[in-house]
């Protein structure tokens, strides 16, 4: 962070727009912007240097996703994976259908003699599928296909992560339109050897249609290489899976009773340990709450001014943030339908089908008032806002 502070001080100085107290309509603002974790560090350059960043706007920034904080759970990610799924159909049957698919392969990797063969030609799998490694790896390929879909299900074509279409969670679920719930007589029934039961193969189908949205919306690729777990598609993930060894380490956790995810509590041991032998890092689990507060953001951000805190009402990362009243100063949007970072996205048809219009018309509302304070302008003319 003291990079930016370093660099912000440095161009002003070498193009001569310093502050001037004695002068102050003459001053140079400046207005820090991010996304994700690039809102994070929005807000916290905010909170930690006001005299350099006259204002923050900190969109799908979880800045209370960690170890202690009282707002969010370790399940909250997960959870609304599931509620956007969940809301496709009236009956839940796009969630519940990936749910059971998830729980079959609990029993898939059983016997993956059996079963492998069957799962490389229901997934078209670039390689074989020969043990339980294999299956476990193509069971976490999906579940983080479904989940970036819901992290970016943005009313239009996107390609943030992968190409996908507009509103990718609603294309994806169509996948489930025929697959009703099962019957007693179905959830009964066992698979028998070395084929899966036709129910089994139903719902397998139907989240391979479904996971196609994410990894191969276009058609073009001839096969799925689920050996790539992470399924970050164009974004590279190596870098924040370094920062997340260290000092911003996410306690997430998977398999809530309702949730369409498998049982997978966080595991700090495996977790720490994992860091130390990829990186050589210990993650120190209470640095962000430690150092910027966030344990019960109402009470901890309250002190602060002029940052915007928004959270798109479909993106898993909204519990992990600030998404209720904290103060006048403090404003806090959920977008409407609104999907990851929406609002600092280019302006494109489709928005009207959200809030995002109106929240980015707060913003710039705002940010005319923060640059107006700055400048020691009059604030009855200071531009008025609706929280």
Same mark, same amino acid.
């Given at each position: 962070?003291?990079?930016?502070?370093?660099?912000?001080?440095?161009?002003?100085?070498?193009?001569? #727009?310093?502050? @001037?107290?004695?002068?102050?309509?003459?001053?140079?603002? *400046?207005?820090?912007?991010?996304?994700?974790?690039?809102?994070?560090?929005?807000?916290?350059?905010?909170?930690?240097?006001?005299?350099?960043?006259?204002?923050?706007?900190?969109?799908?920034?979880?800045?209370?996703?960690?170890?202690?904080?009282?707002?969010?759970?370790?399940?909250?990610?997960?959870?609304?994976?599931?509620?956007?799924?969940?809301?496709?159909?009236? /009956?839940?049957?796009?969630?519940?259908?990936?749910?059971?698919?998830?729980?079959?392969?609990? /029993?898939?990797?059983?016997?993956?003699?059996?079963?492998?063969?069957?799962?490389?030609?229901?997934?078209?799998?670039?390689?074989?599928?020969?043990?339980?490694?294999?299956?476990?790896?193509? &069971?976490?390929?999906?579940?983080?296909?479904?989940?970036?879909?819901?992290?970016? /299900?943005?009313? &239009?074509?996107?390609?943030?992560?992968?190409?996908?279409?507009?509103? %990718?969670?609603?294309?994806?679920?169509?996948?489930?339109?025929?697959?009703? %719930?099962?019957?007693?007589?179905?959830?009964?029934?066992?698979?028998? *050897?070395?084929?899966?039961?036709?129910?089994? =193969?139903?719902?397998?189908?139907?989240?391979?249609?479904?996971?196609?949205? &994410?990894?191969?919306?276009?058609?073009? #690729?001839?096969?799925?290489? &689920?050996?790539?777990?992470?399924?970050?598609?164009?974004?590279?993930?190596?870098?924040?899976?370094?920062? =997340?060894?260290?000092?911003?380490?996410?306690?997430?956790?998977?398999?809530?009773?309702?949730?369409?995810?498998?049982?997978?509590?966080?595991?700090?041991?495996? !977790?720490?340990?994992?860091?130390?032998?990829?990186?050589?890092?210990?993650? @120190? !689990?209470?640095?962000?709450?430690?150092?910027?507060?966030?344990?019960?953001?109402?009470?901890?951000?309250?002190?602060?001014?002029?940052?915007?805190?928004?959270?798109?009402?479909? @993106? %898993?990362?909204?519990?992990?943030?600030?998404?209720? !009243?904290?103060? #006048?100063? *403090?404003?806090?949007?959920? #977008?409407?339908?609104?999907?990851?970072?929406?609002?600092?996205?280019?302006?494109?048809?489709? @928005?009207?089908?959200?809030?995002?219009? !109106? *929240?980015?018309?707060?913003?710039?509302?705002?940010?005319?008032?923060?640059?107006? /304070?700055?400048?020691?302008?009059?604030?009855?003319?200071?531009?008025?806002?609706?929280?």
């Amino acid at each position: 962070m003291m990079d930016y502070v370093n660099l912000i001080k440095k161009v002003k100085a070498d193009y001569n #727009i310093e502050d @001037d107290p004695s002068n102050p309509e003459n001053n140079t603002p *400046v207005i820090v912007f991010g996304g994700s974790y690039g809102g994070m560090l929005a807000a916290w350059l905010r909170m930690k240097h006001p005299s350099v960043f006259q204002g923050a706007i900190a969109a799908s920034a979880p800045t209370c996703y960690f170890e202690g904080a009282t707002t969010v759970t370790e399940n909250s990610f997960s959870d609304q994976v599931t509620a956007d799924f969940a809301r496709t159909f009236e /009956d839940k049957r796009c969630s519940l259908g990936i749910q059971e698919g998830n729980r079959y392969f609990v /029993d898939f990797a059983a016997d993956p003699t059996t079963f492998g063969p069957e799962l490389k030609e229901t997934f078209k799998t670039c390689d074989d599928i020969t043990t339980k490694e294999n299956i476990t790896d193509l &069971y976490t390929y999906l579940a983080n296909g479904f989940a970036y879909m819901a992290m970016t /299900d943005y009313p &239009y074509n996107s390609s943030f992560l992968e190409p996908m279409p507009a509103w %990718p969670v609603n294309a994806s679920c169509q996948a489930f339109k025929d697959v009703a %719930p099962p019957t007693a007589a179905e959830k009964a029934e066992k698979a028998t *050897v070395g084929a899966m039961t036709d129910r089994q =193969a139903l719902v397998m189908k139907a989240m391979f249609t479904a996971s196609q949205v &994410y990894f191969n919306s276009s058609g073009q #690729i001839t096969c799925n290489d &689920y050996k790539q777990t992470d399924a970050t598609g164009n974004l590279d993930g190596d870098g924040w899976n370094v920062l =997340a060894c260290n000092q911003v380490p996410m306690p997430i956790a998977f398999g809530s009773p309702d949730s369409m995810f498998n049982d997978e509590p966080f595991d700090k041991a495996a !977790y720490t340990k994992d860091c130390q032998d990829k990186y050589g890092l210990t993650p @120190d !689990y209470g640095y962000v709450l430690r150092t910027y507060g966030g344990q019960n953001f109402k009470a901890d951000y309250k002190q602060y001014t002029n940052i915007v805190f928004s959270n798109g009402e479909l @993106d %898993p990362w909204m519990p992990g943030g600030a998404y209720s !009243y904290i103060n #006048i100063d *403090v404003p806090t949007y959920i #977008i409407k339908n609104g999907a990851h970072h929406l609002d600092l996205r280019e302006p494109a048809k489709g @928005d009207e089908d959200t809030g995002v219009e !109106y *929240v980015r018309q707060q913003e710039m509302d705002l940010i005319e008032g923060w640059v107006r /304070d700055f400048k020691g302008l009059d604030s009855s003319s200071k531009t008025s806002f609706t929280q």
